[in-house]
């Protein structure tokens, strides 16, 4: 017998996606996406409070919903707020803090978690980096961000699975309200008969550009791929399996239409992983084949620069082959020149402020300077709205100094290794 409590809760999300859902679909239309937001913030203002009241997990759950759907809302120059997320967001740390002394057993044991001390040096260095930042008030507001983000998606999800023990369950949660930015996506692009030059912008508003949307897809696949063929230890129902096939389907078509070169290698380092892992290999010898690896490349260095620069294959032809080959291509191809560029204008920046960096998520409004005439190309722009580093470590060294990027390298790395293990 499921509690009164819970059922109204229950209620409460399937009502409020169905009527969201609606209005996207009308947004979608109209291409008035502010708007439909808007009275989305009013639909989600006057259900937050029968969340909190009835049923906590339910609004957690509506949240991971709307993650794939938030846009962003221009607040001040420099400023965004993801919305619908970022409020649900600060709803829900505001709960954290609020309830904090009722979980102090809970979080004594968390914080001695290894994750955990590396994110709590990290918060702390963002917050330092802040005060010497170059534009305070971009730095802040990313860095508040940032510790929400922390504590709705670490903390927050941690004492979930301490009740519940289904982690698939927030992942399937994100998949399915993923399907609305992927039709929107597909009808768009299938207007220019789903050419590569248009992948650019299909994305919009939901994601800024398609490498974002690729990678987003391609961290999902590998999950819905396990729901799908494992779906028997996790699901009762065996009907499950007739929403799993097509869903899946649907991430493997959008993912070959983001044309993000960067989000199938991914998936290809993805599988390979998974056959090392099926084969017994622990972290260590993960960290033993990529030294050897890492070794042979560094020893034939000469020799792979001479064939790499032999590759004339461009990344924005319609031919699948010479999409993928162009990766190597950095002489010619627009995208991997700008890529190289992109990172150089990091290394200088971290260079010339080696400490404190030019402050937390501030690499777009400065890079262009940093630019050199030789580096440029096509793509290349001065104001920054085109994207950020192409690389999380080397925006951690422009933005955050040395200190950061080793951080922010450390809690990558034992996250990896804590994942194998």
């Not at 004339?312 to 699948?320: R, Y």
Request: proline share 3%; hydrophobic share 50%; glycine share 4%.
């Amino acid at each position: 017998m499921i509690p009164e409590k819970k059922r109204t809760g229950n209620l409460y999300i399937v009502l409020t996606c169905i009527i969201l859902c609606v209005f996207t679909f009308i947004s979608i239309g109209y291409s008035n996406y502010l708007t439909s937001y808007l009275i989305f913030f009013v639909v989600l203002a006057s259900l937050a409070t029968g969340f909190v009241v009835t049923n906590v997990s339910s609004l957690y759950k509506l949240l991971f919903f709307f993650i794939p759907l938030s846009v962003a809302v221009p607040l001040i120059e420099g400023v965004e707020l993801q919305f619908p997320t970022e409020p649900l967001i600060a709803i829900l740390t505001l709960m954290l803090f609020f309830s904090a002394d009722k979980s102090v057993g809970f979080y004594k044991k968390l914080i001695r978690h290894p994750i955990s001390k590396i994110l709590a040096m990290e918060l702390a260095w963002l917050l330092i980096c802040s005060l010497f930042s170059e534009l305070k008030l971009v730095s802040f507001k990313y860095s508040i961000v940032r510790i929400c983000y922390v504590m709705a998606f670490y903390v927050l999800i941690i004492q979930w699975l301490q009740k519940y023990k289904k982690p698939y369950y927030f992942f399937l949660i994100y998949a399915l309200g993923f399907v609305i930015p992927i039709i929107h996506g597909m009808i768009f692009h299938a207007k220019y008969n789903f050419m590569q030059a248009v992948s650019y912008v299909m994305p919009k508003p939901f994601f800024n550009d398609h490498t974002v949307y690729g990678a987003c897809l391609a961290f999902l696949i590998p999950v819905l791929l396990a729901l799908t063929f494992y779906y028997k230890r996790f699901f009762k129902s065996r009907s499950v399996i007739f929403i799993l096939i097509p869903l899946l389907a649907l991430f493997f078509i959008a993912e070959y239409f983001s044309f993000s070169r960067a989000s199938w290698l991914s998936l290809a380092l993805c599988f390979l992983l998974f056959c090392g892992l099926k084969l017994g290999l622990t972290a260590r010898s993960f960290m033993i084949i990529i030294f050897i690896s890492g070794s042979v490349l560094w020893i034939n260095q000469d020799l792979i620069i001479s064939k790499i620069s032999e590759t004339k294959a461009l990344s924005n032809k319609e031919d699948l082959t010479q999409t993928i080959t162009s990766i190597t291509n950095i002489q010619t191809d627009a995208s991997n020149k700008e890529r190289l560029n992109r990172w150089k204008c990091a290394i200088r920046m971290g260079a010339e402020k080696p400490l404190f960096g030019f402050g937390p998520r501030t690499y777009k409004f400065f890079y262009g300077q940093y630019q050199v005439r030789e580096d440029l190309n096509y793509t290349s722009t001065f104001n920054g709205t085109k994207g950020n580093a192409h690389s999380e470590f080397l925006s951690y060294f422009s933005e955050c100094g040395v200190i950061g990027l080793i951080i922010h390298f450390s809690l990558f790395l034992i996250t990896i290794l804590k994942g194998i293990n």
